[in-house]
């Protein structure tokens, strides 16, 4: 076994019982003195999402001896479609052949969303108020088909905040379902309805409105109506589709770190 220090191939090696203990193959990080250290205050900020709304019809039809019971119900909700954001904020100018930057951050929301994600309320996945090390990235929510996160990086001299928020792909079962309303040629008890959107389908997060009134009794003729539609949407008594929401969130972040160059 040996011990002591050598050059191999231009490199520093030092050796203690036949292993390496130390070598400068590879990478030697030089943090810069405490002049250059980074200190603030920011707010991290995530945009209300782009939102559109889910719409649910459904109607039935019970028959008994000429007559058919008809009823209809809807429901409604805030749905929020596939959506890709992100921004890049420039924060100081990083010191002459800096590269990368570490440190530390301490993170509380000082605005929250106004409504929870589908009945769970948005939390802050971090620990809130603690000093929390830092290198690179932390996701900050996260629910069903959602995510937001920020980062801290160095990009062209520039110490840059970024920050980015995703919602995933809808779900599917658009359009209209179940049976084809009533035929007073073979009548028999049938069901059915639709789920349609505004401008866009998106993941249903917050219920608007909730309607089933009393149904109605037709004579089971050629007169009597494929289904009862009041509740459909555009008819009579539909549901809401309009509901004031703010899925915005805003932290405010304590950034401590610093600078340092790689070999």
């Known amino acids: 076994m040996s011990d002591g220090f050598s050059i191999v191939d231009g490199q520093i090696v030092i050796e203690k019982d036949g292993r390496i203990v130390s070598t400068t193959d590879g990478t030697l990080v030089n943090l810069l003195p405490?002049?250059?250290?980074?200190?603030?205050?920011?707010?991290?900020?995530?945009p209300d999402f782009t939102k559109d709304y889910a719409y649910n019809?459904?109607?039935?039809?019970?028959?008994?001896?000429?007559?058919?019971?008809?009823?209809?119900a809807c429901a409604t909700a805030i749905s929020v479609?596939?959506?890709?954001?992100s921004s890049e904020t420039d924060l100081a100018?990083?010191?002459?052949?800096?590269?990368?930057?570490?440190?530390?951050v301490r993170i509380n929301r000082t605005v929250a969303p106004s409504h929870t994600w589908g009945s769970n309320a948005i939390e802050l996945v971090q620990p809130s108020n603690v000093w929390i090390p830092f290198s690179g990235?932390?996701?900050?929510?996260?629910?069903?088909?959602?995510?937001?996160?920020?980062?801290?990086?160095?990009?062209g001299g520039k110490l840059k905040l970024h920050r980015q928020q995703s919602v995933s792909v809808p779900p599917g079962g658009w359009g209209s379902y179940g049976g084809a309303g009533f035929n007073w040629t073979a009548p028999a008890d049938s069901n059915g309805g639709e789920w349609v959107y505004g401008t866009s389908p998106g993941i249903p997060v917050v219920e608007i409105e909730t309607k089933n009134s009393p149904g109605t009794i037709e004579d089971a003729d050629m007169f009597a109506p494929l289904y009862k539609t009041t509740h459909r949407r555009g008819g009579s008594d539909a549901c809401s589709?309009?509901?004031?929401?703010?899925?915005?969130?805003?932290?405010?972040?304590?950034?401590v770190g610093k600078f340092g160059r790689r070999s």
């Open 34 to 46: 405490e002049a250059y250290d980074f200190e603030s205050t920011i707010n991290v900020v995530f």
């Open 57 to 72: 019809w459904q109607w039935a039809n019970d028959y008994n001896v000429g007559l058919v019971a008809q009823d209809n």
């Open 81 to 85: 479609p596939a959506q890709e954001w």
């Open 93 to 104: 100018d990083a010191p002459t052949g800096a590269d990368i930057f570490v440190g530390r």
């Open 137 to 155: 990235s932390l996701l900050m929510e996260a629910e069903v088909g959602m995510a937001r996160a920020f980062s801290l990086y160095l990009s």
């Open 241 to 255: 589709t309009s509901l004031s929401t703010n899925f915005s969130s805003t932290y405010q972040v304590e950034v």
